[in-house]
C-alpha cells in the first residue's frame, strides 16, 4: 500500500476516503491516536489519489467533494464484540498486526522455491549424495565457469536450492517464506522472480570467485530480501514492508557471527554479495519513489 496523507479531523478524512471510494479508487482508511491516514492498495492509482488529496486540502468545501457519495465509514476488517474509543467503524489494528496477518500466507513463486529446496534437499540424501550435488553447483572446476561457458547456464542459479544440513534448510525456508511472501505480495511475482534471479546471480559469483564452487544454500537470497526489506522499511514506509528492529538485529547478528567464524563451513560470500545487491536494491527504490515526491 501507499500512503496519500494524513488528517486530524475524522469527518474530513471520511469525506475523502468517501470520494476515492466514489472514483473507484480502492483504499483503506486507518486511524492511530486521533489521527487518519489514507493509503491506496495500487501503485497506479497513487498519483490520481495525491492529486485528489492536494486539492482536497485547499478547497476541502468544494462542491465535487462534498456530493461525491453518502458519508460512510470503513468496515472493521475482524468483528470486535466490544468497540470503543472515538474510532469506532475504524479497523482497531494497527498497520504492523495486519502485515504480520498477511505474512502467514506465502506467494505461488515463494511457495514453489520453498518446495523446490526441500525436494532437492531430500532427493540429494540431505545434502550427501555427491552424484546428484555436482548437477546443482556452479561448476565442477575449482577456477573459471567451464560448465556455464559451455552452455549451462542454470548453473549460476542452482546452488540456491543445496542445503547440507535440517538447520540449514529450516532457516533459510523460514526467512525466505517471511520475506519473500512479503516482497511477492507487495511488488509482484513479475518483479519477485526478478528480484531472486538477480540476487542468486549475484551471491553464488561472489561466494564462487572468493571461495570456490563447493557451496550451496538460499542464504544469500535470503540476506538479499532481507536487505531489501529493511531499507525500504528505512526510507520508504509507505510501500507496506514491515520488519522488526528485533529481527533485523538477529539478521545482521547472525551475518556478523558467521563472518568472523564463529560458525565454520558458511557461505559468507554469499551472504554478503545477496545483502549489499538487497540493500542497493531496496534503496534505489526508495530514493526514485523520494524524488518523485518533492
Not at 502467514?104 to 532437492?120: D, Q
Not at 528492529?245 to 547472525?254: D, P, V
Request: aromatic share 16%; glycine share 10%; hydrophobic share 40%.
Amino acid at each position: 500500500m501507499r500512503k496519500v496523507g494524513d488528517f486530524n479531523e475524522q469527518k474530513k478524512a471520511l469525506r475523502f476516503w468517501n470520494y476515492l471510494k466514489a472514483k473507484g479508487v480502492d483504499s483503506s482508511l486507518e486511524e492511530d491516536d486521533g489521527e487518519w491516514t489514507v493509503w491506496v492498495a495500487d501503485e497506479d492509482d497513487l498519483q490520481l489519489a495525491t492529486e485528489e488529496f492536494n486539492e482536497f486540502d485547499e478547497t476541502p468545501d468544494d462542491q465535487k467533494f462534498t456530493t461525491a457519495t453518502p458519508l460512510q465509514k470503513p468496515q472493521k476488517e475482524e468483528q470486535d464484540p466490544k468497540p470503543k474509543g472515538p474510532a469506532q467503524g475504524f479497523s482497531e489494528q494497527n498497520l504492523r498486526d495486519r502485515w504480520q496477518k498477511r505474512e502467514r500466507s506465502s506467494g505461488v513463486l515463494t511457495m514453489s522455491l520453498l518446495i523446490t529446496s526441500v525436494a532437492v534437499y531430500l532427493l540429494s540424501g540431505m545434502g550427501a549424495n555427491k552424484e546428484i550435488l555436482k548437477g546443482f553447483y556452479i561448476s565442477l572446476q575449482s577456477e573459471g565457469l567451464t560448465e556455464v561457458l559451455n552452455g549451462q547456464f542454470w548453473r549460476l542459479f542452482t546452488p540456491i536450492f543445496l542445503h547440507f544440513s535440517p538447520l540449514h534448510i529450516l532457516f533459510n525456508m523460514y526467512w525466505l517464506h517471511v520475506l519473500g511472501s512479503q516482497i511477492e505480495r507487495l511488488k509482484g511475482s513479475k518483479f519477485f522472480i526478478t528480484f531472486v534471479l538477480a540476487l542468486a546471480l549475484f551471491s553464488n559469483l561472489a561466494q564462487f570467485f572468493m571461495s570456490g564452487p563447493l557451496f550451496g544454500g538460499m542464504s544469500g537470497v535470503v540476506y538479499g530480501l532481507f536487505g531489501y526489506v529493511f531499507i525500504k522499511c528505512k526510507f520508504d514506509p509507505g510501500d507496506g514492508f514491515y520488519i522488526d528492529s528485533f529481527t533485523a538485529n538477529i539478521m545482521f547478528g547472525w551475518f556478523a557471527l558467521c563472518f568472523l567464524g564463529v560458525f565454520p563451513s558458511v557461505a559468507n560470500w554469499a551472504h554478503a554479495g545477496g545483502l549489499l545487491v538487497g540493500l542497493a536494491w531496496g534503496y534505489g527504490s526508495a530514493l526514485r519513489w523520494n524524488r518523485g515526491k518533492r
